[in-house]
């Protein structure tokens, strides 16, 4: 219940700063969030000049007043889903977000029931007289009956 | 654990296959480039002044292709060039200009400032552009009336010998 209490207060508290953000985008964080098209890296990172029209037609949109989403959706409908360096949470591309968790999980799964099985299989030793001293298997009644017997001729 | 591992195989290999069949892989460009001539791949877009959609294969006569951008410096000098030769050879060739990967409103002053006066629609991404080669732009391409690419500017003397091919076939 407390840790409930803990992520709710959590994420009301970055509430105002995600709402801010969309109302007041500023160039800063819109360059690295869109792709420059033509050169493959965010807008931040090129020097093109796609990449600089692209900065000003934000800038101006931006002086403009509007959204976050509507400056985001006016340049995919301009450039393509591609020009967003996150793909949207919606659709087939929600894939690519869940997947490295689906991933995340079944790699922990499986590391998981590999551990149990490993340290399952060493806490559960047979009957000690069913193995060998080295480990290597049970050893064989008659072999083990003929040892007793030439280890006694030598007592 | 294997039927796990199985279906992550299976989706690798999906992926795969999708990536292949799906590549633009050069495009009309690349087959140009190994001596043939494609069939020029078809497109229905929407016109920049908003007069509804051209579609490339509905056009029966010779086509020139230009896939240009406001961003794009080397794109003006044949654009203006374009534009003079679409006023000479416009009954008998069709001039579409392909804008692409450009904001439409940056494209409406780009086509009033060099008074542009052919046909121009838009590429919402670059789907259209990948069919035909991808970047870089501009990219020229002569379409007979057959509807062959029969060749694409590399060189400036490209444009009007390839024009006057295309008007002896009009």
Known sequence: MTRLVVVAACALSLA?????S???PTLNELENEVMCPVCGTTLAQSDSPAAHQIERDISARIAK??????????????YGQEILAS????????????????????????????????TRGRA??????????????PVDAELDRRVDEELARFE | MQALALVGVIGLLALLVWKLTHDPGGGVAAQLSQGKRPTAPDFTLSRLDGRGS????????????DFFASWCYTCPTYSKR??????????RIAFIGVNTLDAGADAEKYVRRYGLTYTIVRDHGRKVLNAWGGLPIPRIFFIDRSG????EMQADEDLPRFLKKLAVDA
């Open chain 1, 16 to 20: 105002p700063a995600a709402f801010a």
């Open chain 1, 22 to 24: 969309e109302r007041h």
């Open chain 1, 65 to 78: 007043g509007w959204t976050k989403s509507r400056i985001e959706n006016s340049l995919v409908d301009d």
């Open chain 1, 87 to 118: 793909p949207p949470k919606h659709g087939f591309n929600l894939l690519a977000w869940l997947l490295p968790l689906v991933g995340i999980v079944a790699a922990g799964a499986v590391l998981g029931v590999a551990a149990w099985r490993w």
């Open chain 1, 124 to 137: 559960e030793p047979g009957p000690l007289s069913a193995h060998s001293v080295n480990g290597q298997g």
């Open chain 2, 54 to 65: 051209v579609e490339l294969a509905s056009i029966k006569k010779p086509r020139v292709v």
């Open chain 2, 82 to 91: 374009l534009e003079k030769y679409s006023r000479e050879y416009g009954g």
């Open chain 2, 148 to 151: 062959k690419v029969i060749g």
